[in-house]
């Protein structure tokens, strides 16, 4: 009997983007401590991450 990881989780549910044809939204956060400017980069630069990250895993290109 396999133990399920956050990994196997994660790509479960990439397998499931892939057979629906899913849109995703991806908004990235950042603590509140910096300030709004700031902030707002950060979460948006992680946003962008995940997001390359995600096109590379699932090998489509979709819109930003």
Do not use: M, W
Not at 3 to 22: E, G, L, P, S, V
Not at 23 to 39: D, M
């Amino acid at each position: 009997n396999k133990n399920i990881d956050q990994t196997d989780i994660f790509y479960i549910c990439i397998d499931k983007i892939k057979a629906q044809k899913a849109k995703i939204v991806i908004t990235g956060y950042a603590s509140p401590p910096g300030s709004k400017i700031y902030n707002f980069k950060l979460g948006h630069e992680r946003a962008v991450s995940v997001k390359d990250i995600l096109h590379k895993i699932i090998g489509e290109k979709s819109s930003s």
